[in-house]
């Protein structure tokens, strides 16, 4: 599990609340909310629990809850959050902000993970390579913050920037864009998400259960 750093509890929140607020404004791409829900109903059929619909198979539950991912909270929360995200899509900004927010507000009783899931844009590909290398170093979700807050500009200099601003060794990180380093950790979490059902990012799981609608702060709530 990746603490976010060693920081207060609030030295992440300004970047967090530009990418919400920056998600939440009027959309000039992709779909919206009920695009999202739909795109749920008529994704792949994941690997069930004894026909229980919507309910993942206990075995890739505990893949997607791994902790080869990043995340954050108690080893033994209540509730574990699951978003498949990309850092070029809004919507996987306000999902994976939201999520976040539930996680600070119920503590202990709530982890997050993340996991990838970019498009086939090589800008997406190597936004989220670029946060593997971040979490390599120990400071993903202040580098994750940072990507969903300058969706536009995720190109290699600016990703190496970031990096440099953070404090990480920009050296390594430059190596380990270059040399694909986090390939391999980027295609497995595309293998679980289509095992799980899952066609794009934003998705979002609660308890090996899909959220339908990942964007939705009252119905995350609801669940905790």
């Known amino acids: 599990m990746t603490p976010r750093c060693g920081l207060h509890p609030h030295a992440f929140a300004a970047p967090l609340a530009v990418a919400l607020a920056a998600a939440c ?3 000039d791409v992709g779909e919206d909310d009920a695009a999202l829900s739909a795109s749920v109903a008529t ?4 690997r ?3 026909g229980v ?4 198979d206990p075995a890739l539950i505990a893949e997607l809850e791994a902790d080869d ?3 954050v909270g108690a080893a033994g929360a209540e509730l574990v959050l699951v978003a498949f995200g990309d850092f070029t899509s809004p919507h996987c900004a306000r999902a994976s902000a939201i999520a976040a927010l539930v996680e600070r507000e119920y503590g202990a009783r709530v982890r997050f993970v993340f996991r990838q899931l970019p498009s086939a844009s090589p800008v997406a590909e190597l936004a989220a390579a670029a946060s593997l290398e971040a979490h390599a170093q120990g400071r993903f979700w ?3 913050d940072v990507l969903f807050a300058n969706q536009r500009a995720l190109e290699r200099a600016s990703l190496e920037r970031y990096a440099a601003e953070l404090g990480l060794d920009r050296a390594r990180f430059a190596r380990a864009l270059g040399g694909g380093v986090h390939a391999a950790a980027i295609e497995r979490d ?6 799980a059902g899952v066609v794009r990012a934003p998705a979002l799981f609660a308890d090996g259960e899909r959220v339908r609608v990942p964007t939705d702060l009252v119905a995350l709530r609801e669940l905790v």
Do not use: D, I, Q
Request: overall charge positive.
């Open 53 to 56: 619909t919507g309910r993942l």
């Open 69 to 71: 991912a990043p995340s």
């Open 43 to 46: 994704a792949s059929a994941p």
């Open 142 to 144: 202040n580098y994750h």
């Open 190 to 195: 595309r293998e679980l998400a289509s095992l």
């Open 48 to 50: 069930v629990r004894g």
């Open 25 to 27: 404004t009027p959309r």
